[in-house]
């Protein structure tokens, strides 16, 4: 099942090709198109494909990744190779990593093996996003704007770089696109943010009080939050009940040791005796009775 995020930058790539092919080669003028990027017949499916119409014309191939995955760079290269092989087009192939999370040592802009006689290397576009400044995104095509606040920002620079979106959307774009925006940019943020962090941060933005999909994700988190809540308290409050039970059912069972031993040795013990064994709830004095047991010479002597 495709995650939030994943519907987020297929969506935002879709929509704006030309704005991705900008952000990551800088070229601005060619026309760029959706190709279809199913490799299936061979491999999974490659994120997104792009034609960029240059003279002579180009793929960018471009890969979205949240997670850690030590085999990514290798996989990248297979897709590079298989997509060449497709189209016979020159492939550049760009991996975005969208959260710290993703990271991984062997991630590195580069891939390549040495074998006898020969060698193989393989090189990539390798965009760590919460690294890049948030200029690059404010600045940039309205299609990679959403990224913005998942960028080099921290959570006190947030509320800014959500005004300056609204600025320049208000400016931009008309309301339709507006909101299909927000709603990318809401569901990008969730990526470092929880349901309730990002409601609260876009409160302000008009487009997103007007969408009932936004409301209707934002009452679905705030329900599955209570849920999620009570379930914790109930289990908090069960082991506390199961811990306490536990400590009574030791303190009884001590009880019930005490008195019978000291039946054995002192007799039977009297009422008022009996009823202050039985009456406390002190697990330090019941342990020192214990103890003493073995020393007292009758049940006066064992209670003084």
Request: charged letters at 30%.
């Amino acid at each position: 099942m495709a995650k939030p995020f994943d519907v987020a930058v297929k969506d935002l790539v879709e929509g704006y090709p030309a704005d991705w092919v900008a952000r990551l080669t800088g070229e601005v003028a060619a026309p760029v198109t959706v190709m279809d990027a199913d490799l299936s017949t061979v491999s999974p499916e490659a994120d997104k494909l792009l034609r960029v119409g240059a003279d002579p014309p180009w793929l960018l191939h471009l890969e979205f990744q949240a997670s850690r995955d030590p085999t990514l760079a290798r996989r990248l290269l297979r897709y590079n190779v298989l997509i060449h092989e497709r189209h016979r087009l020159p492939t550049l192939s760009a991996l975005l990593l969208l959260r710290p999370q993703a990271d991984d040592p062997t991630l590195m802009g580069r891939y390549g093996y040495e074998a006898p006689g020969g060698s193989v290397a393989f090189e990539y576009r390798l965009l760590k996003v919460w690294e890049t400044s948030p200029e690059e995104w404010l600045t940039g095509g309205l299609g990679t704007l959403p990224l913005a606040p998942v960028s080099a920002v921290t959570e006190e620079e947030v509320p800014e770089v959500i005004e300056r979106m609204e600025a320049r959307l208000l400016r931009e774009a008309e309301a339709e696109v507006q909101q299909a925006l927000w709603m990318s940019t809401f569901l990008l943020m969730g990526l470092r943010f929880g349901v309730e962090e990002v409601g609260e941060l876009l409160r302000g933005v008009n487009a997103m009080q007007e969408s009932t999909t936004y409301q209707a994700i934002l009452e679905e988190g705030r329900r599955k939050g209570e849920l999620e809540g009570r379930r914790k308290g109930k289990l908090e409050g069960e082991l506390e009940g199961r811990r306490k039970g536990e400590l009574e059912g030791r303190r009884e069972g001590e009880k019930q040791t005490l008195l019978l031993l000291g039946r054995t040795k002192f007799g039977p013990p009297s009422v008022a005796v009996r009823a202050y064994i039985e009456s406390l709830d002190s697990q330090d004095r019941l342990n020192a009775l214990v103890e003493r047991l073995l020393l007292a010479t009758s049940w006066d002597e064992l209670i003084a």
